[in-house]
């Protein structure tokens, strides 16, 4: 699939990337938490942590309560989980006469994780498509 190709199946799904989080790239050779690292785990919950990186042992949980980055991302290295974290969006539909439409001033975002970039594509497309189906059975 070509870059263009991308771009289509972004448009067709009426979605778009918000952020890409290479971890390997994010931590460096020191593991040293980048911006972007430190925003996103301020931004998220600890249940977003466990539903992205999967059970997460007590040190890790206890570091996440202590707001101690540097206990996560220790953790991420040991446990390889080098991939991808990407931020999804896509407009919410919204009622407009006989029909809906999307608006890109209401939008639910979501993060995914991944080792490979394309499989988090897949994955924010399968996540695009479960917000789709949703709505289609409100209507």
Known sequence: MTHVDTMERFFQAEARLERVIYIAGALGAEQAPSDEITEFLEEVSKADVARLF??????????????????????????????FLVQVSTPVMAKHGDGSIFDWGHYRRHWVYEYTFEAALEACFSWVAQQRAAEGAKS
């Open 54 to 83: 999967g059970s997460l042992p007590s040190s890790v949980d206890e570091a996440l309560d202590r707001e101690d980055i540097d206990g996560l991302c220790e953790w991420l290295v040991q446990q390889q989980l080098l991939g």
